[in-house]
C-alpha cells in the first residue's frame, strides 16, 4: 500500500511538472513579439563545428552539453536549423549578413588563387554595400565587441565590419582565450546597451586541448593504431579530399568520436563559467543569448573527417537556441528554420528600425511567428565551394525532402530525411519526379542569387586547390 501511494505521488509530481512547463511555454510564447525585448543587450555565441547530433538538448546520450541543455530549458530551441555552408568562412557571414554565400561572395577563403596572384575574401571589398548586424546595432547606440579564434572568422575577411572592439586570439584557438577578454570587455561596457560575438574553436579538428585528451569517453579502451589530435586529423581530412574517402574502422571511429565528445564537455564547461560570470554581473535579465553553431562536422558518415566538402546533415544541421530576458520556459520548435533568420529576428525582438536597404539586403525572415506557435514553412538553401574542391548546392525542405547538386560534375542526390535522416539512400534515379523538381527549384534559386551551372567551369582554369586551412 505504501508503495501504492507512492507511486501515486510521483505520477503526481511528475503531471504538475509537465503542467508547469506547459504553463511557462505558453508565457514565454505570449511574450514574444516585436520590440518586446527593446534596449537589451545581445551576446551571440558559436561554437565553431559542433554537429547538432551531439548535443543533449537534441537527443544525444551522452552528457556533452549540460549548460547549453540548460539554456535550451529556459528558451526557444530550434530542432531543425540549417546553416547556409558547412564550413565557417561562408556560413558565419550568412548570419552577420542575412545574405547567401553567392551574395556576400565569401564563398571561399579568396577570391583570387592562381599561380600569379592571390587575393583573400574580403566583404567590403567583394561585397561593399552589404551591412551587417553588428554595424545596424552600433548604429542604434550599441558597444559592440567580437572575441574569437581567428582563422576563419578573422577581421581579414570583413568580420570586424561595425566592431569597437575585434579580439583574434592565436590561429583554431577556443574560449579559453576568447572568454578572459569578453569578460574584461563586458566590465567596461557591461552599463551601456552592447552587442557581444563570442567564438571559439574548442571542438574544431584543428584545436588540441591545453592540457591534452583524458580520454574520459574512449570506452572500451582503443587498441588501433590512431593518436588522435590536429595534425592526425589534417592527414586524415586531407585524405579524404584527395580521394573523396578515407578507410576506417569502427573501432577507429568510435575513438574519434570520444575525443571529440571530449572537447564539447570542455567548451560546456567554460562556457558554463562564462554564464556565471554574467549571473554575477546582472546581464542574464536583461540580454537575449543566440546560441549555434556555424556548421556541423563528419567522422565517418560519409567516410571522410571534417567538413566543408559537402552539404549532408552533420554537416549543415547546427544548433539554434534563444534565451530571451525575462520569459522562462522551454520552447522546442520543429519546424525548419536558417541561419540566415536570426538577424532578422533579434532585430524584430529588439524592435530596431531597420531602413529598407538593409530589408531589402535579408534574405532570412523574423522567426518570432514559429515562436509564439505559428508554422513558418521555410525552405532551406545551402552551399560549398570549399577550397575549390567541389561545388555544391543543395535545397532541403520543410517536409524532409533534400536534393543536392555538385555544380562542377553534374552528380545529383535526392534524399527523404524522414525515412533516411543518415542519407545513405540516394533516391535521384528511382524518384525522378521530386529530383526534378526540386532541381528546377535549385536552379532558379541559383540564377536569383547570381549563380548558374556553368559558375565553376569559369572559374576552373584559373584555380589552384589550396593545401592550408
Known sequence: MTKLKGFFLYVMILSLTFSSAALWAAEAKKKVKRGAYAGSNVIFVSFDALQ?????????????TPTIDRFAEEGFLFKNAISQSSWTVPATMSYFTSLYPSQHKLINKYSTYTDEEKVLSNLKELSPEAVTLAQILKENGYATGGFTGDAGVGARFGFAQGFDTYFEGPKFSGMEQSIPAALEWLKKNSKNKFFLFLHGYDVHGQH???GGFTREFVDPPYNGGLKGGKEEQGVIREEGLEKGHIELTDEDVRFWRALYDEKIKDVDELFSGFADELRKMGLLENTIIVLCSDHGTEFYEHQRFDHGFSLYDELIRVPLIFRLPRTKGSVVIEGQVRGIDVMP???ELLGVKVPDKIKKQMQGVS??????????DLTAFTETDYRFYIYKRAIRTPDGLKFIYSLDTGVKELYNLNDDPGELNNLAEKDKRNAYELEQKLFSWLKSVGCDENYPRRILKQVLKIKEY
Open 367 to 376: 522567426l518570432i511567428p514559429c515562436m509564439t506557435g505559428a508554422r513558418m
Open 345 to 347: 529576428t533579434v532585430l
Open 52 to 64: 547538432a547530433a551531439h548535443t543533449g538538448c537534441l537527443g544525444y546520450s551522452r552528457e556533452t
Open 208 to 210: 588540441d586541448p591545453s
